[in-house]
């Protein structure tokens, strides 16, 4: 028996054309596996209400549920910025600073670092506005989770250990430990967030 759809409830976003981004992405991704809404709600749990509105920019997704949707798509973080190809004299592995591929999701942006081929290695800096968070559920999936506070303060918390760091401090913990954020003052947060795939051995 399938794996029981629930309904989720998803911010509504303000009208940009930036929020547009992680609608279009994501249905992109599901045509190109080859997906109908109702396989992908079957595959990752959320529902084809929720899945249709992400994907028409009438609810931004929160942390979990892109988590959720991008796992069962099979494809990485980075495969949903909106990301133009480096120039052709550009090595694939550089990332110039004017070509950084960009994810709005209402309650934070993303600004990708990482270059443009595919790596097991992800980093980007995100963008997270006075009284923003990952949202209400912690967030948990194999990978391991690095960065540092490049501006603002955050506070993580990973398993049942809640830090507030401050600029200049780091972090690194496994991803599949619970964890969530948010930032509890009045200044935007500047976040280096590195992401690294793990063994296949430590996902069986």
């Known amino acids: 028996m399938g794996k029981q759809v629930l309904d989720q409830q998803a911010d509504t976003p303000e009208s940009t054309a930036d929020d547009a981004r992680v609608g279009k992405a994501l249905r992109r991704l599901r045509r190109d596996k080859g997906l109908s809404l109702k396989e992908l709600a079957l595959k990752s749990g959320v529902s084809v209400g929720m899945l249709s509105q992400i994907e028409r920019d009438l609810a931004n997704p929160s942390l979990r549920l892109l988590t959720q949707i991008r796992t069962a798509l099979g494809v990485t973080v980075s495969d949903l910025f909106d990301d133009a190809p480096p120039p052709a004299a550009d090595p694939t592995f550089v990332r110039r600073a004017d070509r950084r591929g960009w994810l709005e999701l209402g309650y934070l942006s ?14 980007m800096i995100l963008h997270i506005p006075p009284g923003s968070t990952s949202g209400d559920q912690p967030l948990s999936y194999p990978a391991e989770k690095g960065g540092m506070i490049l501006n603002g303060s955050l506070i993580l918390k990973v398993k049942d250990r809640e830090v507030l760091l401050h600029q200049g401090d780091s972090f690194l913990f496994d991803s599949l430990d619970p964890h969530s954020f948010r930032n509890p003052t009045d200044e935007t947060a500047q976040v280096l967030w590195i992401i690294g795939a793990v063994r296949v051995d430590r996902q069986l």
């Open 110 to 123: 993303k600004e990708l670092l990482s270059p443009h081929a595919p790596h097991n290695l992800q980093f």
